[in-house]
C-alpha cells in the first residue's frame, strides 16, 4: 500500500485528472490550482525533494522537464507562456515531500512571485 499522496495517486489509490505518463513519470491537475492551469509532474520514484535526487539521475530529471513541457503543449500554454517551479525544502513553500514540478499558466503571471 502507497504511503504519501503522491505514491497513492501513482498507484491510482486516489484519484487525480491525469494529463499525462510515461514510465518514468507522472503529471495531472492540481486540486488547488494557483493558475487557470496548474499541473502537477512528479517521477513515478519517490524522492523527497529535488536536493535529495542522488547525484547522477539526468536522465530521470530530463525526463520530469520534458514531461512539464508536454503537459504544456496538451493543456494549449505552449504557446502563450507558462512557468516551471519546484519548491525545495518547507521555507520554500514544499508542502509534499516528493519531488514534484509544478506546471502554472493560462493568465500572465508576476515576477517576483508573492
Given amino acids: 500500500m502507497a504511503h504519501g499522496i503522491f505514491e497513492k495517486i501513482i498507484a491510482r489509490?486516489?484519484?487525480?485528472e491525469i494529463v499525462l505518463e510515461t514510465p518514468q513519470v507522472?503529471?495531472?491537475k492540481d486540486i488547488s490550482p494557483q493558475a487557470p492551469v496548474h499541473i502537477l509532474v512528479i517521477p513515478k520514484t519517490p524522492h523527497p525533494r529535488l536536493a535529495q535526487?542522488?547525484?547522477g539521475e539526468t536522465l530521470l530529471l530530463g525526463a520530469l522537464l520534458e514531461a512539464a513541457r508536454e503537459a504544456a503543449r496538451l493543456t494549449g500554454i505552449e504557446s502563450?507562456?507558462?512557468?516551471?517551479v519546484i519548491n525545495n525544502g518547507p521555507d520554500a513553500g514544499e508542502a509534499v515531500p516528493h519531488l514534484h514540478l509544478h506546471v502554472l499558466g493560462g493568465r500572465k503571471l508576476g515576477w517576483p512571485p508573492g
Fill in 13 to 16: 489509490e486516489i484519484p487525480a
Fill in 26 to 28: 507522472l503529471a495531472f
Fill in 80 to 84: 502563450t507562456g507558462y512557468r516551471i
Fill in 53 to 55: 535526487v542522488p547525484e
